[in-house]
């Protein structure tokens, strides 16, 4: 029985933690978690807040996941655009999910990632 998700892995291409970790920790607000010495040796790089993580692995052939993406439940979430965009991330507000106030953004590899928050 599934009681719950672990982790959500997107693909990186090779080189470009430097530039995760300046989107996931200084734009997201995320902290980087350390990865066991036998995945570290793969490259990528792993991050977390409260119980999400996010990791990111290595990936030869990479290319970006434009439709597939995380959904990330945030808190006062036009305070949470308003730091995404003021630290240089492009945010897309979406009115299409009943419910919800939500918007998209892209990691600096491509990778779609959408942010929601229930109303009411």
């Not at 933690?17 to 920790?25: D, G, S």
């Not at 290319?63 to 439940?73: F, I, M, Q, S, V």
């Not at 240089?88 to 990778?111: C, I, M, Q």
Request: proline share 9%; with cysteine.
């Amino acid at each position: 029985m599934i009681t719950a998700v672990d982790h959500v892995q997107l693909a990186a291409p090779p080189g470009s933690e430097e530039r995760l970790r300046t989107y996931y920790v200084d734009v997201l607000g995320m902290a980087e978690i350390p990865k066991p010495p036998v995945l570290a040796a793969r490259g990528g790089c792993w991050f977390q807040t409260g119980p999400v993580q996010l990791h990111l692995g290595i990936e030869e052939d990479f290319r970006p996941a434009k439709k597939a993406h995380p959904g990330l439940r945030v808190t006062a979430i036009e305070t949470y655009a308003a730091r995404l965009a003021a630290r240089g991330a492009a945010v897309t507000w979406d009115e299409h999910l009943p419910g919800h106030k939500r918007f998209f953004s892209y990691d600096p590899v491509g990778n779609r990632l959408e942010f929601l928050e229930p109303l009411g």
